[in-house]
């Protein structure tokens, strides 16, 4: 049975719908990101779409400088999810230089991109 | 494979700037420098090998430039570690007796060609990376300043470590006449230099260069007919687990763990029997990631292992003695030049920077965004 359209464009439609999806497999029961047409850990195609927690911990961080003209420096870092699964993302609502590793953090979605703030 | 083949010829060209040179006649000109150095013309060569971000068909593209008619082409892309990489290939086309004479080139004016802007934008639109692109990372430095930023938290690595990673690629790039940039640098300078993605300033990055490099490789029992000592590869492994590094398993440890092993194993050597190191330096933190995965100290200890002017010049072990990307040339990949530099040392022709009786080199590339891991390791005659 085919899904109506790829894995990547059904969560970055569910994003656009305001709807967090990521991939769990029912043959081996890992959660998987980013959305895969196989199970990277065991190769199954038995991928159903799950509703992450939301919660999740920065496993590591940069600020990439920028021009205050071009619109100045931001965040980017990778987030580990309580699902067992690692995004880049950004941490919102705080200083960039302001993030920390190990800092717990909840997902939201502004402009149809999951990013984080403080938890 | 080990000893099989050897390298007979290295060339570089266009190193620095060549402004008005296309990536091609950069690749042939650096071809044609090899060739001599083997004592070979393109009419020898039956195997092209290339790499390109940019040409497309680049093996095509190689073998018209040149007038060849290969029997042998291979172009594998999988970033600035594929001219190390391009070993494996090459090796096994010529023990299969595909062909006799090999030639690897690369060419690149990533400093001063035109249109760079406007070809990433297409790339971009080509390729999207959904997962990565919409935050903006300015990669590859953001990446690789993730895996210095968990280093650093993980095994408390200090950024004034880091930074004499770069003063030792300095150090050695002021004993190579042949080196883009040899100003002195401190470890002061490095840490107050322009912060670019944080832990990582300018100085903890690659230079941008033009330049190209090419090395002729064929079988071991034919070198004698060189003029030049050759060579010998001793050993080569190969190990990628990841693209992007949202999906690297932990961004402290690389395939190079594998990579190392693999080839090891098949050199029948270890860490202690290496007199010279070339390691893809394109930012601080690759080097002191592959010391530890490659066994030259424990993970987590790299930090202090480069400390104190370990792997400078006069240090107890030498790394990156041509000044590496950091400070000799970074021509968008790097991988050819670390080869070019075993041959050198293992030639005895380093100049002021020569390692005395180099005998075992070894060469490691990475590719991508500490993606894929490829290391050779190199010996002279009495090393078979």
Redesign the interface.
């Known amino acids: 049975m085919s899904p109506p359209s790829g894995p990547?464009k059904h969560?970055?439609d569910a994003l656009k719908e305001g709807r967090f999806e990521i991939q769990r497999c029912a043959a081996c029961t890992r959660h998987v990101?980013?959305p895969r047409v196989l199970c990277p850990y065991c190769g199954s195609e038995r991928l159903e779409w799950v509703a992450p927690s939301g919660r999740g911990v920065v496993?590591?961080?940069?600020?990439?400088?920028r021009k205050p003209a071009d619109g100045g420096d931001?965040n980017?870092?990778?987030v580990d999810l309580a699902e067992g699964v690692?995004?880049?993302?950004?941490i919102a609502a705080i200083a960039p230089?302001d993030v920390r590793?190990?800092m717990a953090v909840t997902a939201r979605i502004a402009d149809g991109?999951v990013e984080f703030t403080p938890a | 494979m080990r000893g099989s083949v050897a390298i007979a010829g290295v060339g570089l060209a266009g190193c620095g700037e060549a402004p008005g040179w296309t990536e091609m006649e950069i690749a042939v000109a650096a071809a044609k420098n090899a060739l001599d150095d083997a004592g070979l013309t393109a009419r020898d060569v039956d195997g092209v090998v290339i790499a390109s971000t940019n040409i497309f068909m680049s093996g095509l593209a190689l073998a018209e430039h040149l007038g060849v008619r290969p029997k042998f082409t291979e172009s594998t892309m999988i970033g600035g570690s594929s001219f190390v990489e391009h070993l494996i290939p090459a090796s096994l086309a010529l023990n299969a007796g595909l062909c006799d004479t090999v030639l690897v080139a690369y060419g690149s004016n990533q400093r001063t060609g035109v249109g760079r802007g406007e070809a990433g934008r297409y790339k971009m639109a080509l390729d999207p990376q959904?997962?990565?692109h919409?935050?903006?990372?300015?990669n590859p430095p953001?990446s690789y300043?993730?895996?210095a930023?968990?280093h650093m938290?993980q095994y408390g690595t200090t950024r004034e470590q880091l930074a004499e990673i770069a003063v030792a690629a300095r150090k050695w790039a002021q004993l190579n006449p042949e080196a883009f940039s040899r100003e002195p640098l401190t470890v002061e300078d490095v840490l107050r230099s322009?912060?670019?993605?944080?832990?990582l300033t300018v100085r903890d990055c690659c230079l941008v260069t033009d330049g190209g490099g090419a090395y002729v490789l064929t079988h071991a029992e034919r070198v004698k007919d060189f003029p030049k000592p050759p060579a010998y590869l001793l050993g080569v492994g190969a190990a990628h687990w990841h693209r992007?590094?949202?999906?690297m398993p932990d961004?402290t440890v690389t395939a190079a763990t594998e990579s190392g092993r693999r080839a090891f194993d098949m050199a029948g050597l270890g860490p202690e029997d290496v007199d010279v190191l070339e390691l893809y330096d394109a930012f601080t933190i690759n080097t002191l990631l592959f010391l530890e995965d490659l066994g030259f100290c424990r993970k987590g200890e790299g930090g202090a292992f480069v400390s104190g002017g370990r792997i400078a010049p006069g240090g107890k072990l030498p790394v990156n003695t041509n000044g590496g990307g950091l400070s000799c040339v970074h021509p968008g990949m790097y991988g050819i030049f670390l080869i070019i530099e075993a041959v050198r040392q293992l030639r005895g022709e380093g100049g002021a920077r020569q390692v005395k009786d180099a005998a075992v080199a070894l060469a490691h590339g990475n590719g991508g965004v500490l993606s894929s891991q490829i290391t050779a390791i190199l010996g002279t005659k009495d090393t078979l």
């Open positions: 990547e969560y970055l990101f980013y496993y590591s961080t940069t600020v990439v400088r931001y980017v870092c990778l690692r995004m880049m993302s950004r230089t590793i190990g991109l | 959904a997962f990565e919409p935050y903006k990372p300015f953001s300043a993730m895996a930023a968990r938290h322009r912060m670019v993605s944080d832990p992007q590094i949202s999906s961004l």
